[in-house]
């Protein structure tokens, strides 16, 4: 029989009337044909005010003690809504974290999940009863409780979903799904019937707010498909899958990211070890960095951009400070009240033009682009803050997002498809290793891979007018001519001037000068420039802007293979940087040996 995981989240189970609900979508999922496993949070705020509590008692309350409290907010919950369940005529039983066989080392708050025994549970399922399980929550080998960190309950859910081998999980919580965009800003924003497990880690201002990244990566490993849907009605909300709607959609969803303040440092060396220095810098103060962007060098000197959170602005310019005077060299610039907008589509993989569409709906709506930065899936560019709400409105409409795709792919108890080497070798038995395995570096593991493409070849084009409408025209022409872009860099522009860089595949770099060629004739002052063999690294996992040592353990790396970077750019979940071709396999070898990868 399938299974289903059911998580409800704080606010879903917050009163008696929610309680019941959840209890009414559960047996609705059980009635339809599948065994139910829900996973329950702590009801609204509780474990906000029994936090409070313990602090208002002691400064220092001790972890064991904290856990202890902590826990009993999950354990009223499954209490209650097992008793809900039976009211309603369906057979159920509460499972605490010990009953359901979470064991986790003595870490407590923020404990790793070390053995999930399903026994138990799947006695319970076969009996007919809905198990109904403490989210959030383990046992350490000498039976003390403990609990896995804020937000634990969904890695709870997603750990069971994996090692059940559910059909689907479906967190259940106060909002119906994944939107386009954020409908308070774009009014026509739809709501997505699916969306990759890629897309929605681009995405994560969208959905993330409602979901870890590291469960949604979690999920993405053992092939769980994740639905969100709304508790309190029962419609189909969003299903996260291995595909989205179409692998064709260019765009499937716009974020942004409303309050950032911009860091430049200018006339910096341009050789190894000079942003191995800033980005520690960085990370010596865990500035929280999004964007970074480095632009080929000339004559010697360097630039790179970073931006953070508003709020992080002083910070920043102090590191940043700090990093000029021991170069001994350079200077400090900055921009503040800047916003991102961020597309991403999983069909800009396969498809020319996405960028020269965006920039050109850009320039119509009157938009200057500050940044651009990009991967395979992700345009972000940097806009001024008053301009954002009319960039994401423009964007919206020129991809059409508000219209369904026509496409309409089953959601919900999607059947598992293929599936990745983990789930397809496994026993039950191997399968629950594998997943706590998986589990127990679920907080560690920060980079799980690093790329080395060969293929492209970089065009630079220098002292271009900073204009509206500029970045339009020419990928406009360079996605005529069926040229694929990959990365895309421009670093803030100064004095109305601007670099811009770009990769292509290296076959085609005559065509491309030819095409921008062409387009830069009105600015003869524009300096065209290429190289027709680059190396591409991009280091790839989640947390990476959490995780500002990345950065710093990336350079450091470059630094002591003593590799150039000549450009840098940034997504949510990768890192990438291009080096000369002849530093690449090098370059890629240091990188894989610093984050543990080679084997
Ligand atoms: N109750 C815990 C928290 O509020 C766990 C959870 O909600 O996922 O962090
Ligand atoms: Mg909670």
Redesign the pocket.
């Known amino acids: 029989m399938p299974i289903v995981v059911q998580k409800f989240?704080?606010t879903s189970v917050a009163d008696a009337n929610r309680i019941l609900n959840a209890a009414r979508r559960a047996i609705a999922a059980k009635r339809a044909g599948n065994q139910v496993v829900v996973v329950v949070?702590?009801r609204g705020d509780?474990?906000?005010e029994l936090i409070e509590l313990a602090n208002s008692i002691t400064d220092t309350p001790p972890a064991r003690e904290m856990d202890m409290l902590?826990s009993t907010?999950?354990q009223e919950s499954v209490a209650l809504l097992a008793m809900a369940v039976q009211k309603l005529g369906e057979p159920a039983i509460s499972l605490t974290g010990y009953q359901i066989g979470i064991l986790t080392d003595s870490t407590y708050t923020k404990a790793r999940i070390k053995k999930i025994s399903t026994d138990r549970m799947k006695k319970a399922l076969d009996a007919g009863q809905i198990v109904i399980a403490a989210?959030?929550q383990g046992i350490d080998d000498d039976f003390n409780i403990t609990?896995l960190g804020?937000?634990?309950?969904?890695t709870t859910a997603t750990a069971l979903a994996a090692v059940l081998e559910a059909d689907v999980c479906q967190i259940l919580t106060d909002v119906d799904g994944i939107y386009t965009t954020d409908p308070r800003i774009v009014k026509e924003a739809r709501k997505l019937e699916r969306i990759s497990y890629d897309e929605l880690l681009e995405l994560t201002s969208l959905g993330g707010g409602k979901l870890h990244s590291r469960s949604v990566e979690f999920a993405k490993k053992y092939n769980v498909h994740l639905a969100v849907v709304s508790s309190f009605e029962d419609k189909p909300g969003t299903l996260i899958a291995p595909e989205g709607e179409s692998e064709s959609s260019m765009v499937t969803g716009l974020a942004i990211v409303k309050n950032e303040a911009r860091v430049s440092l200018v006339d910096i060396p341009d050789r190894p070890g000079v942003m191995s220095l800033i980005f520690s810098k960085m990370a010596d103060r865990k500035i929280p960095i999004d964007m970074v962007v480095q632009d080929v060098g000339s004559g010697g000197l360097a630039e790179v951009s970073f931006t953070v959170p508003e709020g992080d602005l002083a910070a920043t310019l102090t590191a940043a400070e700090e990093a000029a005077q021991e170069l001994g060299a350079g200077k400090v610039l900055h921009g503040t009240n800047l916003s991102k907008v961020s597309a991403v589509g999983a069909g800009m993989r396969t498809h020319t033009g996405v960028a020269a569409q965006m920039f050109k709906t850009l320039a119509d709506a009157g938009v200057n682009i500050g940044m651009i930065t990009t991967s395979e899936i992700k345009i972000s560019v940097q806009v001024r803050r008053e301009q954002v709400s009319d960039a994401l409105q423009s964007i919206h409409r020129a991809f059409a997002l508000e219209k369904p795709t026509p496409v309409s792919l089953e959601v919900g108890h999607a059947a598992r498809s293929t599936g990745d080497a983990a789930t397809k070798k496994a026993t039950r038995a191997e399968l629950e290793r594998d997943v706590v395995a998986r589990l127990s570096s679920m907080e560690d593991i920060v980079v799980s891979e690093v790329d080395l493409d060969t293929n492209q070849a970089r065009i630079t084009i220098r002292q271009l007018p900073d204009q509206v409408g500029i970045a339009a025209l020419l990928f406009g022409a360079v996605a005529e001519g069926g040229i694929m872009v990959d990365m895309i860099v421009q670093n803030v522009g100064h004095d109305g001037r601007t670099n811009l860089s770009f990769t292509i595949p290296s076959a085609d770099v005559n065509q491309c000068l030819l095409l921008v060629r062409e387009v830069l004739e009105p600015w003869p002052s524009a300096e065209l420039t290429h190289d027709g063999h680059i190396a591409k690294l991009s280091v790839k996992g989640i947390g990476l802007r959490t995780h500002t040592g990345v950065g710093q353990k990336m350079f450091q790396a470059l630094a002591e293979a003593e590799v150039n970077v000549q450009i840098i750019n940034t997504s949510e979940i990768q890192i990438s940087a291009v080096v000369a071709a002849a530093s690449g396999p090098a370059a890629h070898k240091a990188l894989m040996k610093v984050f543990g990868l080679s084997k």
């Open positions: 989240g704080g949070s702590a509780k474990t906000d902590l907010g999950e989210g959030f609990t804020r937000g634990g309950s969904d």
